[in-house]
């Protein structure tokens, strides 16, 4: 990929506390973005102790098969409620930094 170039990898936040990558999946599914659409996903959890449900830290990172499909994500995704009652402003997405 050329430094110009649009990034493939994006940085979801806004993510509830509650959910897990199985909903996200089939949330980004429903959108169009299926498995056939992103290569790797990682939703940080926070340590919890035994027997307690484990919470996300509120955010993951996303990395699509094409810059195409990384695009088409982050227009399709902005404000998304992700299991809310309602649109939020606080859903961002944003291309991953480069090192």
């Known amino acids: ?15 509830p506390g509650s ?3 199985p909903e996200l ?8 973005f299926g498995a056939d659409c992103i290569d790797f996903m990682k939703l940080p ?15 993951c990172s996303l990395s699509f098969t094409s810059i195409d499909r990384a ?7 902005q404000h998304h409620p992700l299991g809310r009652d309602a649109e939020v402003p606080r ?3 944003a291309g991953a930094s480069t090192v």
């Open 71 to 77: 695009e088409g994500f982050a227009t399709a995704i």
């Open 45 to 59: 959890q926070h340590p919890q102790p035994r027997g307690q449900k484990r919470l996300n830290k509120g955010y």
């Open 25 to 32: 999946r089939a949330m980004f599914a429903g959108l169009g």
């Open 1 to 15: 990929m050329e430094a110009d170039s649009p990034p493939t990898t994006l940085m979801l936040h806004g993510v």
């Open 19 to 21: 959910r897990t990558v």
């Open 91 to 93: 859903v961002l997405v």
